[in-house]
Nanobody, 123 residues
Framework: QVQLVESGGGLVQAGDSLRLSCAASGRTFSTYAVGWFRQAPGKERDFVAVISRGDGSTLHADSVKGRFTISRDNAKNTVYLQMNSLKPEDTAVYYC????????????????WGQGTQVTVSS
């Protein structure tokens, strides 16, 4: 079993940067792909980015490509989401999740979820 805890959210202005962290418990963390999703009020939980368990391959949603970067440090059992050039439409609760699939972009392929961290971007 894997437990995930997100941190690093906050209130920033448009154009600012934030780095979210997803800290995991469990010695098998490196065997999971880890993704980030976000959910704005009244909307679905959408895929943001995912990093593979093996070679560090990544996928990013088109809406964040070029601005957000996912990375992982298996020695620290942590996955990061570096968010640059933030926009008001990035405002949402951000969740990290772990999956046994390779590079899943579908929410239902994830086995474990964190509790989320709020990111608010003012204009």
């Amino acid at each position: 079993q894997v437990q995930l805890v997100e941190s690093g959210g906050g209130l920033v202005q448009a154009g600012d940067s934030l780095r979210l962290s997803c800290a995991a418990s469990g010695r098998t963390f490196s065997t999971y792909a880890v993704g980030w999703f976000r959910q704005a009020p009244g909307k679905e939980r959408d895929f943001v980015a995912v990093i593979s368990r093996g070679d560090g391959s990544t996928l990013h949603a088109d809406s964040v490509k070029g601005r957000f970067t996912i990375s992982r440090d298996n020695a620290k059992n942590t996955v990061y989401l570096q968010m640059n050039s933030l926009k008001p439409e990035d405002t949402a609760v951000y969740y990290c999740a772990a999956s046994t699939a390779h590079l899943p972009t579908i929410r239902t392929l994830y086995n474990y979820w964190g509790q989320g961290t709020q990111v608010t971007v003012s204009s």
